[in-house]
């Protein structure tokens, strides 16, 4: 049994301390994904340890100590993203939201669409934002057109089509591929309810794991360059999305200190809507951030539509008044050097 504990206190180890390393090879990025299941397996182990005396064995306490400092790393980077930590995005203050949006990542072999369509009409976003989108999926959406009559459609079969309905009409939409010709995102404007334009970016780049890109080379590229077009000092901004990043990577917390944007979830919670199908093995891939100028009215991961990926709602109300409450992240000068490094690799 010891033997055993042995190994599993070796994987909780490495797999908290190898992202240091800040390689961007897939085997090293994968390990910023698991970081909760890492805590709890060590808390097991930890306490399998004690019971079973491993304490009294050659480096006994050597075990404990390096658990120990896993434990702690593993909190330190998850607890914003609990309760315990403050809101990064304050609570609404006014009684209804200004706009209501949901990021669905569909699967693109999933074919029960029914369960989509069923839910934006049950909550009627302003904006739906669908990933993986093939040709199907992109007709089977514009049965939304009734009730989102404005849309972006980009069908493609390799899972990285997109489709953007709204119920506000879109301006200046333009479709971009950041870092490769087969990736696109969508850039666009909406007016508030106040008439200001809030710029929207809906981006979906490549995870770094082995049957999609050996390295996170790209993906942390395209976030960083959309990151540097954002002016959230300027104008209102959302950047929403399947990112292919956790919240608590360190290429996400890059990206926030270079754009200067908030994670709603910060102080509320993890919000996991990746992997559907394995409640033992999820985590938050699906991101929407947003510049100061708005407060959250909701937040929720629902129901399952057939897909690997839970759809997210979120709520804002636009209360630019209260922007100066809420503090942007803010890089420093090695945050700067690395983004721009990181940018560098792909030009």
């Given at each position: 049994?010891l033997?055993?504990?042995?190994?599993?206190?070796?994987?909780?180890v490495l797999?908290?301390?190898i992202p240091?390393?800040?390689?961007?090879?897939?085997?090293?990025r994968g390990?910023?994904?698991p970081?909760?299941?890492?805590?709890v397996?060590?808390l097991?182990?930890l306490?399998?340890?004690?019971?079973a005396?491993g304490?009294t064995r050659r480096?006994g306490?050597?075990v404990?100590?390096?658990?120990l400092?896993?434990?702690v790393a593993?909190a330190?980077w998850?607890?914003?993203y609990t309760?315990l930590?403050?809101?990064q995005?304050?609570?609404?203050?006014?009684?209804?939201?200004d706009?209501i949006?949901?990021v669905?990542n569909?699967?693109?072999?999933?074919?029960?669409s029914d369960k989509l369509?069923a839910s934006?009409?049950?909550?009627?976003p302003d904006?739906?934002?669908a990933l993986?989108?093939?040709?199907w999926?992109?007709?089977?959406?514009?049965?939304l057109?009734?009730?989102?009559p404005?849309?972006?459609?980009?069908?493609?079969?390799d899972?990285?089509?997109?489709?953007?309905?709204?119920?506000?009409?879109l301006?200046?939409?333009e479709?971009?591929?950041?870092v490769?010709?087969?990736?696109?995102?969508?850039?666009f404007g909406i007016l508030?309810?106040g008439g200001?334009?809030?710029?929207?970016h809906?981006?979906h780049?490549?995870p770094?794991f082995p049957d999609?890109d050996?390295s996170?080379?790209?993906?942390?590229?395209?976030?960083l360059l959309?990151a540097?077009?954002?002016?959230p000092?300027?104008?209102?901004t959302?950047?929403?999305?399947d990112?292919?990043?956790?919240?608590?990577?360190?290429?996400t917390?890059l990206f926030?200190?270079?754009?200067?944007?908030?994670d709603?979830?910060i102080g509320r919670g993890?919000?996991s809507?990746?992997?559907?199908?394995h409640?033992?093995?999820?985590?938050p891939?699906d991101?929407?951030?947003?510049?100061?100028?708005?407060?959250?009215?909701a937040?929720?991961?629902?129901d399952?539509?057939?897909s690997d990926?839970f759809p997210?709602?979120?709520a804002f109300?636009f209360e630019p008044?209260?922007?100066?409450e809420q503090?942007?992240?803010?890089?420093d000068?090695?945050e700067?050097?690395e983004?721009r490094?990181?940018?560098?690799?792909v030009?």
């Amino acid at each position: 049994m010891l033997i055993a504990l042995e190994l599993l206190a070796s994987l909780v180890v490495l797999g908290t301390f190898i992202p240091l390393l800040r390689k961007d090879t897939w085997m090293v990025r994968g390990w910023d994904f698991p970081r909760l299941q890492l805590f709890v397996l060590g808390l097991a182990t930890l306490a399998g340890w004690v019971v079973a005396g491993g304490e009294t064995r050659r480096f006994g306490w050597l075990v404990i100590g390096l658990l120990l400092a896993s434990l702690v790393a593993l909190a330190a980077w998850m607890w914003r993203y609990t309760p315990l930590a403050p809101a990064q995005v304050g609570a609404a203050t006014k009684d209804s939201p200004d706009l209501i949006l949901m990021v669905s990542n569909v699967l693109m072999s999933n074919r029960e669409s029914d369960k989509l369509v069923a839910s934006v009409r049950a909550r009627m976003p302003d904006i739906i934002v669908a990933l993986e989108t093939d040709q199907w999926w992109t007709d089977q959406l514009a049965r939304l057109s009734d009730t989102h009559p404005h849309a972006v459609e980009i069908p493609q079969d390799d899972t990285y089509g997109m489709v953007v309905r709204s119920r506000l009409p879109l301006i200046d939409a333009e479709v971009e591929h950041i870092v490769r010709d087969n990736i696109p995102s969508v850039h666009f404007g909406i007016l508030l309810p106040g008439g200001e334009l809030l710029r929207m970016h809906a981006i979906h780049p490549k995870p770094p794991f082995p049957d999609e890109d050996e390295s996170s080379t790209d993906r942390d590229a395209e976030l960083l360059l959309v990151a540097k077009r954002v002016k959230p000092d300027q104008e209102p901004t959302i950047v929403l999305g399947d990112m292919n990043d956790v919240a608590w990577s360190h290429t996400t917390c890059l990206f926030q200190s270079t754009s200067g944007l908030l994670d709603p979830r910060i102080g509320r919670g993890f919000f996991s809507t990746f992997h559907a199908g394995h409640w033992w093995m999820r985590w938050p891939l699906d991101h929407v951030f947003v510049s100061p100028h708005f407060r959250l009215h909701a937040i929720e991961v629902l129901d399952s539509v057939g897909s690997d990926h839970f759809p997210m709602y979120v709520a804002f109300t636009f209360e630019p008044g209260k922007q100066e409450e809420q503090s942007q992240p803010d890089p420093d000068a090695a945050e700067r050097r690395e983004a721009r490094q990181k940018i560098a690799k792909v030009s």
